[in-house]
């Protein structure tokens, strides 16, 4: 990410703060995937970037799984 889009670097930092405080923070828009995505979610980097993860171990733990554009990764 940082090579290829090295401006999202901050925001990402940010985004984990936020993320690490409170996976539900409102500037983070966390939500649930439907489909072949079900058991996964999904939280807003900027307009365009997002990042899917699974929450794992009644939510103690956080499996990072993709990110990229909303077409990237859905």
Request: charged share 30%; hydrophobic share 40%; with cysteine.
């Amino acid at each position: 990410m940082e090579q290829e889009h090295p401006e999202l670097v901050e925001v990402f930092k940010e985004k984990m703060e936020l993320f690490v405080k409170g996976p539900f923070h409102p500037f983070l828009r966390t939500h649930s995937l439907s489909g072949v995505l079900q058991e996964l979610w999904s939280l807003r980097i900027n307009y365009e970037c997002r990042l899917i993860f699974k929450f794992a171990e009644k939510r103690k733990r956080v499996l990072l799984i993709d990110i990229g554009t909303h077409n990237e990764v859905y």
